[in-house]
């Protein structure tokens, strides 16, 4: 079901429930300047947070056989709750590289001076099976509050960044962590990079605010290192961006988290949903 013999001059592809892998996109093109990447906004059904795990996981299927018709070489899995949902059935299906999330609990409780450690993320991923495993490894010796945070990625959705209604939000989920003495905060859902200004501006400059992106891509250059798959030097490597939502208004928010006035496509997942069905 893999492209065959993947070539090091194919890309790697990379989704997310919509814009918040775009924080991951970030880390991957600086570590691999070199690579075409092709990113996948499921914008169609964002949020994951608050769907049940089967249709993740079916959503993630058929993102994957898209990208691989594509001729992807790896496949980023940029959001930790399609990660929690889908990661070990991709990887039990396909034998391309797959890169996925994991919340930085373990270098947080590593860095923390106060012991309180306060992570933000949805709901589904703080009650995987995956986290609750992390937790069981990584969150021993430290206090770990967990702050499920409803209604934040649809702001980062919407490209509100630092509005009054987003940072009323995010003051809601914050502060009680912070009066609880939380001097490190994980960013457990990639939505949430976008929002680190609007995060440290009310956390204040004691705390620090750490996510997994640069982590992620550190792992897939390792992974396609391994693979043989790097692509050589000497290439600067371009980016495609789709969604399933609609592109007039998913455009503007990618090319406002991008930087760019990127062109979008339309990703249609459903066309390949009968491939990985069964
Ligand atoms: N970026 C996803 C994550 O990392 C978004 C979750 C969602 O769509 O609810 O968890």
Known sequence: ???????????????????????????????????????????????????????????????????????AKAVVVACNTATGAAAQVLRARYSLPIVAMEPALKPAAASTRSGVVGVLATSRTLASHKFVQL???????????????????????????????TRALLEGYLVPLLQRRADTIVLGCTHYPHLRPLIAAIAGPEVAIVDSGAAVARQLRRRLELAGLLRGPGVVGRERFSTSGAVSAVQPVIAQLWAAEVPVRAFAAERFSAAVAG
């Open 135 to 165: 937790l069981g490894s990584h969150g021993q010796g430290v206090e770990v509050l967990v702050q499920p945070c409803p209604g934040l990625v649809e702001r980062v959705e919407c490209g509100d960044l630092a509005g009054p209604r």
């Open 1 to 71: 079901m893999d492209a065959e013999d993947p070539s090091p001059e194919n890309p790697i592809g990379v989704f997310d429930s919509g814009v918040g892998g775009l924080s991951v996109l970030r880390e991957i093109r600086r570590a691999l300047p070199g690579e075409d990447l092709i990113y996948v906004a499921d914008s169609a059904y964002a949020p994951y947070g608050e769907r049940a795990g089967d249709e993740i996981l079916g959503r993630a299927l058929a993102i994957t056989q898209g990208l691989l018709e594509q001729r």
